[in-house]
């Protein structure tokens, strides 16, 4: 079994909540065009998208998260959403005792590869995979970028295989009594060595990162060393074409 994470946030964070609706309902269509069907979506937000369709396989839990108001509780924000997701798994019953499960946070502007789920099919027992490489997309270009070092520049960027001892019981668990690395990205790798836990690289690019939208973070207030990195994103690495295979792949909407 393979769950995604979808932590949205909140429309009083941004500045146009329709524009952040369609972009996770464009994530939500990419993540459900999975070549596999062994696999669930939980969506965990205060307030569902505009014109969110239900589907058997999306899972959405619906509670009152605080409000963030500076950066360091917008990533605050996301780590209890991703956490409330990982009850929402236990509870679901789709992990179990001796059993186990991978587990993906994906961000909810993002789109992923239709191949992860059967790809990981053939690897039960490997401890996950980080992104080395992903795409970088400007929205409404008809030319998408090739990005090594994917899973330093985007939070959908790792693949983690969790047992049941590393769900919490609670939102009340403390950290060290769950994997809590999985909310984050920078340090997944490092952290999960020193638990004696090994991701390796996923062999094709695993996600779509989109730039120009509100939802890189769960706060409306500006991060300047983001914004410099979207201009060094952009000037740095060679683009290419959109090609069909690339859109259908990732399932990507219309050209903006």
């Not at 524009?19 to 979506?41: A, F, W």
């Not at 590393?166 to 909310?183: G, H, N, Q, R, Y």
Request: glycine share 4%; charged share 25%.
């Amino acid at each position: 079994m393979f769950v995604f994470i979808v932590p949205l946030r909140s429309p009083e964070t941004c500045s146009d909540w329709e524009k952040i609706s369609l972009l996770c309902n464009e994530t939500l269509h990419s993540i459900t065009q999975q070549d596999s069907t062994e696999y669930r979506v939980i969506l965990v937000c205060n307030s569902p998208p505009l014109n969110f369709v239900q589907n058997d396989r999306i899972k959405l839990v619906q509670e009152t998260f605080a409000i963030p108001k500076s950066w360091d509780e917008a990533n605050g924000d996301i780590y209890a959403k991703v956490k409330r997701g990982m009850l929402e798994i236990k509870k679901l019953q789709l992990v179990k005792a001796n059993s186990s499960v991978f587990v993906m946070r994906v961000d909810a502007d993002d789109l992923v590869s239709n191949r992860l789920v059967s790809f990981t099919e053939n690897f039960n027992e490997s401890d996950g995979w980080y992104f080395p490489t992903g795409y970088i997309y400007q929205i409404g270009s008809d030319r998408i970028f090739i990005r090594p070092r994917f899973d330093m520049v985007s939070g959908t960027s790792h693949i983690i295989r969790c047992d049941y001892s590393d769900f919490p019981e609670s939102m009340e668990t403390p950290a060290t009594d769950w994997l809590d690395v999985i909310w984050q990205h920078l340090q997944v790798n490092k952290l999960l060595e020193e638990r004696k836990r090994k991701l390796t690289p996923l062999p094709f690019p695993g996600a779509v990162y989109r730039i120009n939208s509100q939802n890189l973070s769960s706060t409306n207030l500006e991060d300047k060393r983001f914004s410099s990195l979207k201009s060094i994103l952009w000037k740095a690495f060679s683009k290419r074409k959109l090609s069909s295979k690339i859109i259908e792949e990732f399932g990507f909407p219309t050209l903006e």
